[in-house]
């Protein structure tokens, strides 16, 4: 089994469903951060069966927790400070989301107006249902990650 | 602006000015005088349009504005957000229509005046929803406590969701829908009225349900709509009243249509006094002149 050693000061992201730590990697921006990061796929879980893990020797401010509640909100946030978990953050859906996705209706305004954002409004919380802001069509999950 | 943003007492207010207006037309006639409003129409819409620009004359408003999106700077590529901001240095009000959904959202973020949505694609058509309540409302005495059938194309009829969406606020609401297959009202409104608690039923042929309705919504099924020819020709007399269809229903139901009728109600019902459809549009004026006067805040 390969290992991947503790990081100092940080955070875990644990508990990511296998394959998507690249999309999370590529949502959250980490790509223009510069420094550490270990991408591990298809860890074994007890919960999981198989998951994806990322750490990131980094601020936690610099993480932006809606977007990542928004992919998934089942994600473990592991706050480490010199070489411990000091914390663990809850994800809670963000009421809204600003340019993380894109509306794919064609009848959306936003297929027209360039510069408009691309808005998504939690509008069932049980469900997870995103909206649009602007049209109001339901936001599918299969169509973008 | 859904339908919906309004609460049900504002919704009373505005009906009750709309009355007012109705009864006492004298009285408004210079309500709005040196007052604008810019009719802003992305696509052709006779109806709608003319329904406004005769509200704000009769309040003794002016009308600026096009009629459709060659005639506009958006042939140039102009955005909405432009659009507005400039309309608002030139109107004290806009009507907007439009084919892409949520544009006139989109222009009442960014204008300084009131933005009505006059349609925008298959989303919205609130004054059309304004409409139906005030006739159904003025012609009934009341909005709660009927049996209200909607026939014909349940599936893209925005007139028709909307409707729905309205009238689920008021207690002891019943629905019927009278659709083919094909046309069936969609998932999401039917999770609703299950979420809700409130009665419906789905059926296929109009004539069975016609004692029962206080109220019948028609709207047109068109051909294009179907797959196949033969299943278009099998159903499509479904969804035409008639006379004899008429003899079926209480002497005291309505027909409501938000037109254009083609020839999904006969020509002959026109003359029944249940007949509502014209009298709807002129109550579309009435309820628009409210909309107006209460956006300008000169209610």
Redesign the interface.
């Known amino acids: 089994m390969l290992n991947v050693g503790k990081i100092e000061e940080g955070f875990v992201l644990d508990h990511i469903k296998a394959g998507k730590s690249l999309s999370i990697y590529e949502h959250l921006q980490l790509d223009k951060l510069d420094c550490t990061v270990a991408i591990i796929k298809n860890a074994r879980s007890n919960k999981l069966g198989k998951k994806d893990i990322l750490k990131v020797e980094c601020d936690i401010d610099m993480l932006d927790l809606d977007v990542l509640a928004f992919i998934d909100h089942n994600i473990t946030v592991n706050v480490i400070k010199a070489g411990e978990i000091v914390e663990k953050k809850e994800l809670v859906l963000p009421q809204q989301i600003k340019n993380v996705i894109k509306c794919h ?1 064609p ?10 954002p691309h808005i998504f409004v939690l509008a069932d919380p049980a469900k997870e249902v995103y909206r ?6 339901k936001y599918r999950e299969s169509a973008k990650f | 602006m859904n339908p919906l943003d309004f609460s049900v007492e504002e919704l009373d207010r505005l009906f009750t000015l709309a009355n007012d207006i109705e009864k006492n037309p004298a009285a408004y006639a210079h309500a709005c005088d040196g007052k604008i409003l810019a009719t802003c129409f992305y696509e052709p819409s006779t109806r709608t349009r003319l329904s406004f620009e005769s509200a704000m004359t009769r309040l003794g408003g002016r009308v600026i504005g096009f009629a459709d999106a060659n005639s506009s700077s958006a042939a140039k590529g102009e955005s909405v957000s432009d659009t507005i901001r400039v309309i608002s240095c030139y109107a004290d009000i806009c009507a907007m229509r439009h084919p892409k959904e949520g544009a006139p959202m989109v222009a009442s973020e960014k204008s300084r005046i009131p933005v009505i949505n006059a349609g925008d694609g298959g989303h919205y058509h609130p004054t059309q929803t304004l409409t139906d309540l005030l006739t159904i409302r003025t012609m009934k005495g009341h909005l709660d406590g009927f049996t209200i059938g909607l026939c014909g194309d349940l599936k893209f009829g925005r007139t028709v969701h909307s409707l729905i969406n309205a009238l689920v606020r008021y207690p002891n609401t019943r629905f019927i829908f009278i659709s083919p297959e094909e046309l069936r009202v969609p998932d999401y409104i039917i999770e609703m009225l299950k979420e809700k608690n409130i009665p419906f039923e789905e059926v296929i042929r109009l004539e069975d349900v016609m004692p029962r309705l206080d109220l019948l919504y028609m709207t047109r099924v068109q051909k294009e709509r179907f797959f196949n020819e033969e299943d278009y020709v099998r159903l499509k007399d479904f969804y035409v009243l008639d006379v004899a269809k008429m003899t079926l229903a209480k002497e005291d139901m309505l027909v409501l249509h938000p037109l254009p009728r083609v020839n999904e109600i006969s020509v002959e019902v026109d003359e029944d006094p249940r007949a509502a459809y014209f009298r709807q549009a002129q109550y579309g004026v009435y309820v628009r002149m409210a909309l107006i006067l209460t956006l300008l805040g000169l209610a």
């Open positions: 209706n009848r959306c305004i936003t297929s027209i107006e360039q510069e408009l649009c802001k602007y049209c109001e069509e």
